[in-house]
């Protein structure tokens, strides 16, 4: 993962996943955000929670350039601040009601947002093509075990399938999880993308065994 000594970027989807007028979760390593985008297509990142009820903003919806929590329609702009308090019309809801947000930036059809603040840019991983997202029950190590392959800077590991070297972009998340982007070099066709995909289930399912099997070595040396 990109880093250097005030924040890192973190890829946490695939823009494809997230069409315009949509909301939805997005983990990272410190917790889920919500992600949406607006009618325009605009992309922003805010914290999960609604600053009224504490309802996930993830689980709204979105109304032409705002997103509205789904529990009382408080609605907030990308900035995070409140727009519209449906209760109370007339009411122009006071600059301290907001939600924090985060710098996100698209790039190359994967969505990366700011964990604190980097001094640059994504990666652009360029000639790699997104096909699909999956989530590991195990860590970045036990995925770099079951590859026999070490994390590049911008946290890309690969792996040889049928259609040839697949890269997976990893992210590491909350409770040891890792989500893992799968992307190809250039267009495989059909049968080379079902192909990937197998690969990269399989390479999951040998983490994960390696991973449960640290986890029973662990409790052994208690």
Same mark, same amino acid.
């Given at each position: 993962?990109?880093? +250097? ?29 919500? &992600? ?10 805010? !914290? ?10 993830? $689980? ?5 350039? !705002? ?13 995070? $601040? ?8 007339? &009411? ?10 985060? +710098? ?9 947002? !700011? ?38 800077? +911008? ?7 049928? !259609?040839?070297?697949?890269?997976? &972009? ?10 893992? $982007? ?20 399989? &390479? ?19």
């Amino acid at each position: 993962m990109p880093s +250097d000594t005030t924040g890192f970027w973190t890829p946490v989807a695939l823009s494809r996943d997230l069409p315009a007028g949509t909301a939805m979760p997005a983990r990272t390593a410190s917790g889920s955000i919500a &992600l949406w985008r607006s009618a325009s297509g605009r992309l922003s990142a805010s !914290a999960d929670r609604c600053p009224h009820r504490g309802m996930r903003l993830s $689980h709204g919806f979105v109304r032409g350039e !705002a997103l509205s929590c789904i529990y009382h329609g408080w609605s907030y702009d990308r900035a995070g $601040h409140c727009l519209r308090i449906p209760a109370h019309p007339g &009411l122009a809801p006071p600059e301290t009601i907001r939600v924090a947000t985060y +710098d996100v930036e698209e790039v190359g059809s994967v969505i990366w947002v !700011a964990m604190g603040t980097p001094a640059s840019k994504p990666p652009r991983l360029e000639g790699l093509i997104p096909l699909r997202s999956l989530t590991a029950f195990a860590g970045i190590a036990a995925i770099e075990a079951a590859a026999d392959a070490k994390a590049s800077p +911008d946290g890309i590991v690969e792996i040889d399938a049928a !259609a040839g070297t697949i890269s997976l &972009l990893l992210s590491p998340q909350e409770d040891g999880q890792t989500l893992i $982007h799968v992307l190809l070099k250039g267009d495989v066709g059909p049968a080379g993308a079902i192909g990937a995909s197998r690969a990269a289930e399989s &390479l999951r399912s040998r983490a994960e065994g390696l991973q449960k099997e640290e986890i029973a070595r662990w409790a052994c040396r208690r």
